[in-house]
């Protein structure tokens, strides 16, 4: 499950902290070294952009980083489903959002028939084992 963050909860990486990275967002998630690394910031400077999408996909399936992967920046609530799907593990939360607003947004999509960053088999292969 996604872990939702306030706003005021959220550090930024220190300076000089190998363990936590903040990826630009026209970086290759591919070329990124992982040694040492437990999370990783990816940033969404607008709702419209969805790079960050991508490099937790990249970073979860092509990668395997088990470490955690954290949207930054303007993170919609209409949005957090998609996040886990991709691979992010936290989220943080835009200041004045309702957590509890953000948190039905799990409950009004149960379920996929995809298979998704964390989940890869799709639903029908689950049911015929």
């Known amino acids: 499950m996604l872990k939702l963050l306030a706003a005021q909860d959220h550090q930024p990486p220190a300076e000089g ?6 990826l630009p967002n026209d970086a290759d998630a591919l070329a990124l070294p992982l040694e040492g690394v437990a999370r990783v910031d990816l940033h969404f400077p607008s709702f419209t952009d969805g790079r960050a999408f991508s490099q937790a996909f990249l970073l979860r399936r092509r990668r395997g980083f088990a470490g955690e992967i954290r949207a930054t920046g303007d993170v919609l609530i209409d949005q957090l ?9 936290s989220a943080v939360l835009r ?7 953000a948190q039905r947004q799990f409950e009004m999509f149960p379920g ?4 998704d960053a964390v989940n ?3 639903l029908f292969a689950g049911k015929a084992a």
């Open 112 to 115: 996929f028939y995809q298979g």
């Open 95 to 101: 200041e004045g959002v309702d957590p509890a607003d």
């Open 120 to 122: 890869p088999q799709p």
């Open 17 to 22: 902290d190998a363990r936590t990275v903040a």
């Open 81 to 89: 489903v998609q996040m886990q799907r991709t691979g992010f593990s």
